[in-house]
């Protein structure tokens, strides 16, 4: 497989390395699944998404925003109204992640298997 090799994307200071990290964040996918059906408000989010706090989601929705991958749009109404919703190199993400979504699902209850059979660390660091 290209680009494992050094200069690859996975140095350090790799601007692919530094999206996949972006990316591999722990809400990143899921917020972004979240806004792909269209515009969506803050409140709307968190309960769409559950699990998720108001401040972890608005640090994520901010991450995203300044990345590239999110826009948000403020209403001036009262009470004033914000909505979010993916830009196209956010929407451009949508496939890859329904991809791994699959995938999870497929292989989920082998993943968790494999956690169950795996033998306890001894606490000498191998």
Not at 22 to 44: C, F, I, Q
Not at 79 to 92: D, F, I, Q
Not at 101 to 115: K, Q
């Amino acid at each position: 497989m290209s680009g494992f090799g050094p200069g690859g994307p996975f140095l350090a200071d790799c601007p692919a390395r530094l999206t996949v990290e972006l990316l591999a964040d722990k809400w990143t996918a899921v917020v972004l699944y979240g806004l792909s059906r269209g515009p969506v408000r803050h409140g709307e989010l968190i309960e769409l998404i559950g699990g998720i706090s108001r401040k972890m989601l608005t640090q994520t929705l901010r991450r995203l925003e300044a990345h590239g991958l999110v826009s948000r749009h403020a209403y001036a109404e009262v009470p004033p109204r914000v909505e979010y919703e993916l830009t196209p190199l956010g929407a451009s993400l949508i496939d890859p992640i329904h991809t791994l979504t699959e995938w999870a699902r497929e292989n989920a209850d082998a993943v968790l298997d494999a956690l169950d059979t795996t033998p306890e660390p001894n606490g000498h660091g191998d």
